[in-house]
T-cell receptor, first 116, second 111 residues
């Protein structure tokens, strides 16, 4: 299957700082990427759809000013958690469909964020 | 009503048995259906995709789709302890490309 990478794999930060998470498609171009968040013992919840060359689309209840998304190129999307707080501690996972119109999505390995 | 529902389990089966995982969805416009496996602390891994009614087999895995009943299932034959994980049912609805996930079913295969 297609390969999607994320960096960093885990991060610990102090409350009030900002954290940037990168999502890269390694062997294909992705005009669209998706960002999910998963709390312990819960399923994945879609946060936003990242679109190359245009603004991200956020799901209801997700603060766009807190979770900044930049789709800088066809292989890179970044999620920045601004002024992180302990309640933002979670497992953040990105995914990308391989080809425009192809429905199958492949997930990155995830980034575990712990805000102290 | 949740958009995608799964029996949360936990489900335990002995090694070598058939594990049956079920999922229902609410949106009749749903077109694409997926089963992902997620090990603890890891991200989801695609197991099967199915788009049309009937069965689709891949090795020990068989996905079944019944759009009239809005039901999709995953059968795991000859279950192995390494199959122990949470299995997530996911659906793409209408023209959207986003996945909507069920809450997952935790499967334990007992040696």
């Amino acid at each position: 299957g297609a390969v999607v990478s994320q960096h960093p794999s885990w991060v610990i930060c102090k409350s009030g700082t900002s954290v940037k998470i990168e999502c890269r498609s390694l062997d294909f171009q992705a005009t669209t990427m998706f960002w999910y968040r998963q709390f312990p013992k819960q399923s994945l919840m879609l946060m936003a759809t990242s679109n190359e060359g245009s603004k991200a689309t956020y799901e209801q209840g997700v603060e766009k000013d807190k979770f900044l998304i930049n789709h800088a190129s066809l292989t890179l999307s970044t999620l920045t958690v601004t002024s992180a707080h302990p309640e933002d501690s979670s497992f953040y996972i990105c995914s990308a469909p391989t080809v425009s119109g192809e429905e199958t999505q492949y997930f990155g390995p995830g980034t575990r964020l712990l805000v102290l | 009503q949740k958009e995608v529902e799964q029996n949360s389990g936990p489900l335990s089966v002995p090694e070598g048995a058939i594990a049956s995982l079920n999922c229902t969805y609410s949106d009749r416009g749903s077109q694409s259906f997926f089963w992902y496996r997620q090990y603890s602390g890891k991200s989801p891994e695609l197991i099967m995709s199915i788009y049309s009614n009937g069965d689709k087999e891949d090795g020990r895995f068989t996905a079944q789709l019944n759009k009239a009943s809005q039901y999709v299932s995953l059968l795991i034959r000859d279950s192995q302890p390494s199959d122990s994980a949470t299995y997530l049912c996911a659906v793409i609805r209408g023209s959207a490309r986003q996945l909507t996930f069920g809450s997952g079913t935790q499967l334990t295969v007992l040696p």
